[in-house]
């Protein structure tokens, strides 16, 4: 059939790519800098990585469309029901993340939040850097830096799944996950519409104001 062919599209913008690859490689300078108790250099890469986190949230609303957390969240039925084909091999036709993708994606978002927020406020509370640390109870304090390793222990496990994920696609499914997010591009048939990009100034404003937010949290907190 004319037209039916699969062709190389645009679906990842430059901004969601590099905010990607740059969050990998803060979550594990963070890791790094911790086991090595460089905790200024910790602390600042902390501070780097809940910037790059808040980008990817104001990107999920006002981003590309196939970014946006209204595109890609399904319904957990939808996941569920997604996870069931992991077995059949069949070209990857979603212009943006799959059911179970868009679930993961979600979780890692909040994973990172949550990780980078307790980290300034431990930081802060043990350098008592900001005026927050008057006001919280010890109790609090401390069910906030066991918060701190809880959620890396999580965090570790999600991108273990993710990775592992990755790799399953990969081999059962012959679905590559990992070249898009690389060249940005993905096969797919004429009669899906590639999604459409949001502007690279755009991305830059965005991103002007998550380190704005990013750094006055670091101030608050």
Known sequence: MPGSEDEPVPVWDLALRLGHWASAILVAACYATSRLNWMGLHVWLGEALLALVLFRLLWGIWGSENARLSAFLASPRAALRHLGTLFIREPDRFPGHN???????????????????????????????????????????????????????????????????????????????????????????????????????????????????????????
């Open 99 to 221: 059911p179970a993708g868009g679930w993961m994606v979600v979780s890692l978002l909040a994973l990172l939040l949550g990780e980078t927020l307790s980290g300034i406020y431990v930081n802060n509370d043990v350098a008592n850097e900001s005026g927050l640390t008057e006001y919280v109870p010890a109790v609090i304090a401390n069910a906030i830096t066991d918060l701190h390793l809880l959620l890396w222990w999580a965090l570790v496990a999600a991108i273990s799944l993710h990775l592992l994920a990755i790799a399953a696609y990969a081999a059962l499914k012959g679905q590559n996950l990992l070249r898009p997010m690389l060249t940005g591009r993905k096969c797919l048939p004429a009669a899906i519409p590639p999604p459409k990009l949001a502007p690279r100034r755009r991305a830059a404003a965005l991103l002007a104001l998550a380190i704005a937010a990013a750094l006055a949290l670091g101030q608050v907190l």
